[in-house]
């Protein structure tokens, strides 16, 4: 079954760049949409935007102007980038498949989901 | 950006209960609506898609209806895995965005 792994740095420093990677495994990264969700320190869920395995990219547009999504399809794995980082952006970042059902038409939803990693950001 | 909104954004329920949670949309979604649950110290889970489409493996005691605006999640016979933060998302615009939440707790 497919499993998703966050990882990257715990710590970062403000106005860095913020970078993770989301490993797949036990399934292909093709033909599915692969998101970035956040969640800071007891509040709810942000959701970030997603990639499309040929490159295609969706931003928040919250976010838009901060964030770059990449993925290799050799490696099974996509990443973030999120630049110019301040302490708004300490979070628990998940990464998470996102898949499609034709009922008749195009729906979408996040069916698998990594655990989680945490990024503080601070100097 | 479309926004959801949860009601109630807790509520206290025993075992064996049955509980409704409301996600209003800010615009039609029609039934681009999905509905995941998140116990603390996990990833959230995917319950329900397209507002009904129970999500398999999900026990049948869930159910997602609804459609345009508002749409509801039932838990029947409320068991004591269920409680959980329970959030909707919507997946009818290009900007996904989610509900605050709402938590269940025991009472």
């Known amino acids: 079954q497919v499993q998703l792994q966050e990882s990257g740095p715990g710590l970062v420093k403000p106005s860095e760049t913020l970078s993770l990677t989301c490993s797949v495994s036990?399934?292909?990264?093709?033909?599915?949409?692969w998101n970035w969700i956040r969640q800071s320190p007891g509040k709810g869920l942000e959701w970030i935007g997603y990639?499309?395995?040929?490159?295609?990219?969706t931003y928040n547009p919250s976010l838009q102007s901060r964030v770059t999504f990449s993925v290799d399809t050799s490696k099974n794995q996509f990443s973030l980038q999120l630049h110019s980082v301040t302490s708004a952006d300490t979070a628990l970042y998940y990464c998470?498949?996102?898949?499609?059902?034709?009922?008749?038409?195009?729906?979408?939803?996040?069916?698998?989901w990594g655990k989680g990693t945490r990024v503080t950001v601070s100097s | 950006d479309i926004q959801l909104t949860q009601s109630p954004s807790s509520l206290s329920a025993s075992v064996g209960d049955r509980v409704t949670i409301t996600c209003r949309a800010s615009l039609t979604i029609n039934n681009y609506l999905n509905w995941y649950q998140q116990k603390p110290g996990t990833a959230p889970k995917l319950l329900i898609y397209a507002a009904s489409t129970l999500q398999s493996g999900v026990p049948s005691r869930f159910s997602g209806s609804g459609s345009g605006t508002d749409f509801t999640l039932n838990i029947n016979s409320l068991q004591p895995e269920d409680f959980a933060t329970y959030y909707c998302q919507q997946s009818y615009s290009t900007s996904w965005t989610f509900g605050q939440g709402t938590k269940v707790e025991i009472k």
């Open positions: 998470a498949r996102g898949n499609t059902a034709m009922l008749p038409y195009h729906y979408y939803y996040m069916d698998v």
């Open positions: 990639i499309y395995d040929i490159g295609t990219t």
């Open positions: 036990g399934g292909s990264i093709n033909n599915f949409y």
